[in-house]
């Protein structure tokens, strides 16, 4: 099956700050990476997605890039703010209904005032 | 409209009890998971359900824990002589079909006394 590794596990910056979390997976028919955010005592939230026919996708200080030869993903969070403290999951997923996701074991982003 | 829903929030027991778990997924939804996560740790696959296909046990820890599904809805987590290193929050998730997007309960806390 899929292998997901994250990296970090604990990441701290100070407000303002960029923050890079990174993925790396093992099954190349994955085709589609979700990234998580779960904040202290809540569930886990969908923050962003992107399939394996683009590139990058962006959401406002929020992007994911993707590499498809080094199947490696990152998530990218600029002008950190103490509200984006919290634990992040990226995961894969064939894409196929029949498949299930893959999370990988979590980056715990702390953000300093 | 209604989310995923977990029962019950919080459940404390006795070591060598046997505990249920209840999940109602959102209606509709055809892939159910379930997933633990001990303190300050990561996402622990156990078990995925896709609509009339055979569920994928292969994250269940042992033969003490099971799961059903009933009539493509609620699911059921049961574990059985529950032992102190079950103590975890259980999560469930839903997705509908064509979407690979899990959504999350809110989980249960497990506690083994």
């Known amino acids: 099956g899929e292998n997901v590794e994250q990296h970090p596990s604990t990441l701290s910056v100070q407000e303002g700050d960029s923050a890079v979390i990174k993925c790396t997976y093992s099954?190349?028919?994955?085709?589609?990476f979700p990234w998580y955010k779960q904040e202290l005592g809540k569930r886990p939230q969908l923050i962003i997605d992107i399939r394996s026919n683009v590139g990058e996708k962006k959401d406002q200080r929020i992007a994911v890039t993707l590499n498809k030869t080094a199947k490696h993903f990152s998530l990218h969070i600029t002008e950190t703010q103490p509200e984006d403290s919290a634990v992040y999951f990226c995961a894969a997923h064939r894409g196929s209904t029949l498949g299930r996701l893959y999370f990988g074991r979590g980056t715990q982003l702390t953000v300093w005032p | 409209g209604a989310g995923v829903s977990q029962s019950p929030s919080n459940k404390v027991t006795e070591k060598g009890k046997d505990v249920e778990l209840r999940c109602d997924p959102i209606s509709g939804h055809t892939a159910l998971y379930w997933y633990r996560q001990s303190l300050g740790q990561g996402l622990e696959f156990l078990i995925y359900f896709q609509g009339n296909s055979a569920p994928d046990k292969s994250g269940l820890p042992s033969d003490r824990f099971s799961a059903e599904r009933t009539g493509g809805s609620v699911s059921t987590l049961t574990i059985q002589r529950t032992q102190q290193e079950d103590s975890a929050v259980y999560l469930c998730?839903?997705?509908?079909?064509?979407?690979?997007?899990?959504?999350f309960g809110q989980g249960t806390r497990l506690t083994v006394v």
């Open positions: 099954d190349s028919a994955s085709n589609y």
């Open positions: 998730a839903s997705s509908p079909k064509g979407s690979t997007e899990a959504f």
